[in-house]
């Protein structure tokens, strides 16, 4: 027979877990905004300095030299960034997820125990 008193705590339960990972991905998705827009800063500050220094050079070669090592340093800034953000975005799904562990343990032991019987 239908129990209303089980529906409404299955009901809370479940709201439980929904705000729990709601609250989870908005955390994740905040530390990723402020990361990217901290590189994006970051990079800029980093552009208009080599842009000075290449207006400042003394001859093609040291120009050359310049913009190498700039191209380098970007390239590996990025991929390290990107790393990190790649990071950021795995622990945001675990995290995200982590509320639902539980539940979804219970109801597979449910399902495997009536499926023995």
């Known amino acids: 027979m239908f129990n209303f008193d089980d529906a409404n705590k ?3 339960e479940a709201m439980d877990v929904a705000v729990k990972s709601y609250s989870a991905l908005t955390r994740g998705f905040q530390a990723i905004a402020t990361e990217t827009a901290d590189y994006s800063k970051k990079s ?3 552009g208009i300095a080599h842009l000075e220094k290449l207006s400042n050079a003394k001859s093609i070669e040291a120009a050359f030299e310049l913009q190498t090592n700039y191209l380098k340093a970007s390239y590996e800034g990025f991929v390290t960034e990107a790393t990190k953000i790649g990071e950021m975005y795995a622990d945001l799904a675990k ?3 982590k509320p639902y562990e539980a539940p979804v343990a ?3 032991a449910q399902v495997k125990s009536a ?3």
């Open 10 to 12: 299955k009901s809370k």
């Open 44 to 46: 800029f500050e980093e």
């Open 95 to 97: 995290d995200a997820y």
């Open 106 to 108: 219970k109801a597979a």
């Open 115 to 117: 499926a023995a019987a």
